[in-house]
């Protein structure tokens, strides 16, 4: 059952302010739920700190063809936050100087940037991959897309695509009507000028995620089965697959709501909590660099505008490698999601 405050809030979930707010509710308040921040001080890492830096994660903007459930981003087609070709450059100044092995795109959709195609052909000199974290239906949308697979191919480009289940009824219910139909297009697409194939060097990645209030399954049997489902139904390859635990924000957290299941999926993260996973949270090797420059550890610290702490350079032109890594990691209860069971980052499981 909902607590009173918890209820209160159910309709100004937008604000990342009153998400944080229903994030440390009564429960953990009162101490009758464990806090994050409890869990991983006998281990060792309270405050929690950073490894080398490694990925450079870049949202955007939070523009997208579609509206998923469960986007941590709260991206659509009405949304008009944008990185402009200014603050890009200022990424390409950090990238140029830094020895940072990973460029990783993310949005919304992050092909509809105006500059998308312009900053991958700039970045690709200073990085060893870049990632581009595609929705799979932005290569179909519309013509002036339709050779996105060709610029991927051309720019050695890394493509990570979300694809909740092999069959239409969990893909759709999950992202819209005729997503999984146009999904398939687009990874045949893909296939065709390589990506998946063995020894082509093009790497094609699948992302799982839940399509409810659930932990993913083992990532190597998802693997298994979206492989043999995807090549036996439509000649289809692809890598690796990715499963990511949704964590407790934005439009997943409005679901868990409104279908009560917050407190009980709060449980089950909480019981799955891993030591293990730990060591390797994205955070702890990632960047995230929002849409207007600022930084965040993470991408979720991002939506919830969890801005770094203490002396940390708040903003991509005062980037500053050694404050960086003397930082301590921004957390809260949402943490929990990236901790339980196998563990869960943007590349998939953690143990």
């Excluded at 604000?15 to 429960?27: C, G, M, W």
């Amino acid at each position: 059952m909902l607590t009173k405050s918890l209820k209160a809030r159910k309709s100004n979930l937008s604000d990342p302010k009153e998400q944080i707010a229903v994030l440390e509710d009564e429960p953990f308040a009162n101490g009758d739920l464990p806090k994050f921040s409890d869990k991983i001080k006998p281990l060792g890492h309270l405050p929690l700190k950073p490894l080398e830096l490694e990925i450079f994660q870049m949202n955007v903007g939070y523009m997208c063809n579609q509206t998923c459930k469960h986007c941590h981003v709260d991206a659509g087609p009405d949304r008009k936050e944008i990185m402009t070709r200014e603050t890009m450059q200022e990424c390409l100044d950090v990238l140029k100087v830094h020895n940072i092995k990973t460029l990783d795109l993310t949005g919304g959709a992050p092909e509809m940037n105006p500059d998308f195609r312009w900053f991958v052909e700039q970045a690709q000199q200073y990085v060893d991959e870049i990632i581009v974290r595609s929705n799979l239906t932005i290569i179909v949308a519309n013509k002036k897309y339709y050779d996105l697979p060709e610029f991927f191919s051309r720019n050695k480009v890394r493509v990570v695509s979300s694809l909740p289940f092999y069959n239409a009824d969990k893909t759709d219910r999950q992202r819209g009507e005729g997503v999984f139909e146009s999904s398939i297009r687009a990874l045949k697409m893909l296939n065709e000028v390589g990506y998946g194939k063995e020894g082509s060097g093009l790497h094609l990645d699948l992302v799982y995620n839940p399509t409810g209030a659930f932990l993913p399954a083992a990532q190597e049997q998802l693997e298994a089965d979206f492989k043999e489902a995807l090549s036996t139904e439509f000649g289809i390859v692809f890598n690796s697959l990715f499963a990511i635990t949704n964590l407790p924000i934005s439009r997943f957290l409005e679901y868990l709501i409104a279908s009560d299941n917050y407190e009980d999926y709060m449980d089950k993260l909480i019981e799955a909590f891993n030591p293990a996973a730990v060591e390797g949270v994205m955070c702890r090797n990632t960047i995230s660099i929002g849409w207007e420059g600022s930084l965040y550890d993470c991408d979720f610290n991002q939506m919830l505008d969890l801005k770094l702490a203490g002396k940390a350079p708040k903003h991509i032109r005062d980037f500053n490698l050694e404050a960086l890594q003397n930082r301590s990691i921004m957390i809260n209860q949402h943490c929990y999601g990236c901790t339980a069971g196998a563990g869960s980052s943007c590349q998939g499981t953690l143990v």
